[in-house]
Structure formats: structure tokens, C-alpha cells
């Protein structure tokens, strides 16, 4: 899957950036700024890198030495929408408002909009790209394979489908909720069919859809997935056609702030709820490619690790000092007592094809 960083610079240069019908898609097998990609793009590329540069102006006025990305940005364009439309008024924004009022004038909302919108579909067309090897995914099929471990969830923040893919490959089976068939849709149920093997995406995937469906006499909008990888063409149990998705674009939340502002809503409301109550049950916890940087996320750890009781948190990173220093303050201030406690404990390496679930499983059992 691209980096942070090749997605970032994707969003800011626009290059092989076509117009769909809804949004956008990246097409490399064009050469850039070939005539078919839409005049309109230049407009929002610009945009996103006017916020880019506010973003820059921002952490060096706090002396921070991070890089702006694609989150960031989305973030800062997501609140300018979300004001001007009063969806969360937000009175700090009026100075940023009227200096790019001078600029784009009424068309600022919408540009905005836009702007985010774009972020969306681009982060959605590089990772949708064909994903593999998954031999790195080995230690996390062993620990579904695993008998002693009665109960296992898996939640992850990325919106790609690696996982799904890895465990058909590698032969392990999980549920994810989606267990309502609907024509060539799986629809979201909150029913799992393996209730000891969950699969829980707090922040969205590149393959759940909204649809307009009519089930059991009552039309309404339900969250699903397409079994044959056509979701703008899903047919339904006669094989008729369905009408074209709602919003146009999958459900994924970027942004570094706004996207905790839907966590209660929709179908991220079930998924949180259901992570929530996988952490209220769970004596262990195993963190691997998390940089404890997401205030929401943390704060749901810090509450499973404070509660009274006997429970491990394994990390897997090769610097665990440089993590701890680099995660927000919450679990940063508690990081030291929590390995003093025996609470949190390492294994020093990045998930690999080398790494092994007996290792992980001995951190948590010591």
C-alpha cells in the first residue's frame, strides 16, 4: 500500500487525476496532464495547496518538525465546510474565512467541499490498487488459528482491504459484521457469524458502500459491500440493478480531528461500540503499526489499561522508547509507569514475515 507521504504528494500535485461521474480516480496508465483530465482539477489542487502552506505556517509557529499530510489537509478543509454551512460552527475560523473569501468569493463552500471530497476519492483509488505479498500477515492468521485464545477481535484504522485479502490467502476465517446476502451485496447487520473471530475497521473501508434498499416492506438507506467487486453496478436477489450508490464514494473518514466527530454516527457508531466492548472483555491487548496518535483511540486504551486487573498491552515496534516519546500526551505521560507496572511489554521489531505469534503470545502470557 502507498505511504502517507506518496498519498500526500498524489493530493497535492493532482497528476493523473481524472473526473468520474461523482469524483475523482487516479489513472496512471495515462501520461500526466493529458486532455481528459478535468479542467476543474486545477482549481481544488490549488486549494489544497493554499491549506497545505496554512498547515506548514502552523507547526513551525509550534515548533514542530512534522510534515504536513493529506489528513491535515483534509482536516483543515472539512472544518471550513462544516462552518460556513453551520454544520459545527467554529468563530476561530472567520479570519481564515475572509482571506479566502478574497479569493474564491461564495464559491468558497463549495470548493471546500470539494477539496475534502477529493482528498477522499484519491486516498480511495491509491489504495484500492491490487494489494500483496501478505506473507508479513502470517503472525496474524496464526493468532486467528490459535485454539487458547478464546476470544479475538481485530480493529484496524486503515480503510484497504490487506487484511480481508490475507486471511482468504492465508485460509483463516473472521466476520465482519456484514452477514445480511442482499443480491451481490453483503449487507451490515452488527450480526457476526464468528462471534470469536471479529473484524471490526473503526475508521471505515474502501468497500462499504450506502444504498437505497428495500427490505422486508421498508425503504431505507444500509450500509453494504459488494461480493463481486462492482459496487457502483450492485444487483439485487432477482439480478435486477440497483440504483447508484448514495454519495458516490465509499464510507471512509480522513481527517486527523473531524473524523472523531463521526465515530458516533452511522455505522462507525456500531463499529466503536462493538470495540468499546471487545476492550471491556479483553485481558490483552497486541498494538502493531499504531502510533497512539488518534486522541479517541487513546483515550479508549487508557481507560482498558487503568481499570483495576490483571492485563497485558504488547507493542510491536523497534524503538519503543521513540513511539512512546512521539504518542499524544495521554499515553505519552503514562508510558513509563505502564512498563514499571509489567502492564506494557515489547516486541522489538516491525510485523514481518519473521515475526512470530509464539513470541507475541509469550509477552502476553509472562
Known amino acids: 500500500m502507498p505511504s502517507v507521504g506518496e498519498i500526500t504528494q498524489r493530493v497535492r500535485s493532482g497528476n493523473n487525476v481524472m473526473a468520474t461521474g461523482t469524483g475523482w480516480r487516479v489513472v496512471d496508465q495515462l501520461p500526466p496532464n493529458h486532455e481528459i483530465f478535468n479542467h476543474e482539477l486545477p482549481a481544488i489542487v490549488d486549494f489544497v495547496q493554499k491549506l497545505e502552506q496554512l498547515c506548514d505556517d502552523y507547526f513551525r509557529s509550534q515548533d514542530k518538525t512534522r510534515t ?7 482536516y483543515v478543509a ?35 467541499g470539494a477539496g475534502a471530497d477529493y482528498i477522499d476519492d484519491i ?6 490498487r ?41 485460509d483463516v476465517q473472521v466476520s465482519d459484521g456484514f452477514d445480511d446476502p442482499f443480491g451481490t451485496l453483503r449487507v451490515w447487520n452488527d450480526h457476526f457469524s464468528i462471534p470469536t473471530r471479529r473484524l ?28 463481486d467487486g462492482d459496487p457502483e453496478h450492485a444487483r439485487g436477489p432477482a439480478n435486477e440493478l440497483l440504483d447508484y450508490p448514495a454519495l458516490g464514494r465509499p464510507l471512509i473518514l480522513t481527517g486527523t480531528f473531524n473524523k472523531i466527530l463521526s465515530y458516533p454516527t452511522g455505522i462507525y457508531a456500531d463499529q466503536h461500540f ?13 498494538v ?49 509507569r505502564w512498563q514499571d507496572t509489567g502492564l506494557l511489554r515489547f516486541v522489538p521489531e516491525y510485523l514481518s514475515p519473521a515475526t512470530n505469534w509464539a513470541t507475541i503470545r509469550s509477552s502476553l502470557d509472562s
Open 68 to 74: 504536513t499530510n493529506y489528513e491535515d489537509i483534509a
Open 288 to 336: 502493531v503499526g499504531y502510533g497512539f496518535r488518534d486522541k479517541a483511540i487513546n483515550a479508549r486504551i487508557v481507560a482498558w489499561a487503568e481499570r483495576p486487573g490483571d492485563r497485558r498491552l504488547v507493542v510491536l515496534h523497534p524503538d519503543p522508547v521513540r513511539l512512546g516519546q512521539n504518542a499524544r500526551g495521554a499515553i505519552r505521560g503514562k508510558w513509563r
Open 130 to 170: 491490487p494489494a500483496g505479498p501478505f506473507d508479513h500477515l502470517a503472525a496474524l492468521a496464526d493468532t486467528v488459528r490459535d485454539e487458547q485464545v478464546d476470544q479475538l477481535t481485530i480493529a484496524t484504522l486503515n480503510h484497504d482491504v490487506v487484511l480481508e485479502h490475507a486471511f482468504d490467502v492465508f
Open 274 to 286: 462493538r470495540f468499546h466492548e471487545a476492550l471491556r472483555d479483553a485481558d490483552a491487548l497486541v
Open 200 to 227: 471490526l475497521k473503526l475508521h471505515g473501508s474502501i468497500d462499504w458502500w450506502r444504498y437505497a434498499l428495500t427490505r422486508d416492506g421498508w425503504t431505507g438507506q444500509f450500509t453494504a459491500r459488494a461480493t
Open 123 to 128: 486516498v480511495r483509488s491509491l489504495l484500492g
Open 78 to 112: 472539512r472544518q471550513i465546510e462544516d462552518g460556513l454551512t453551520s454544520e459545527y460552527e467554529n468563530p476561530a475560523l472567520l479570519p481564515l474565512n475572509e482571506r479566502l473569501g478574497t479569493a474564491y468569493g461564495d464559491e468558497l463552500v463549495r470548493i471546500a
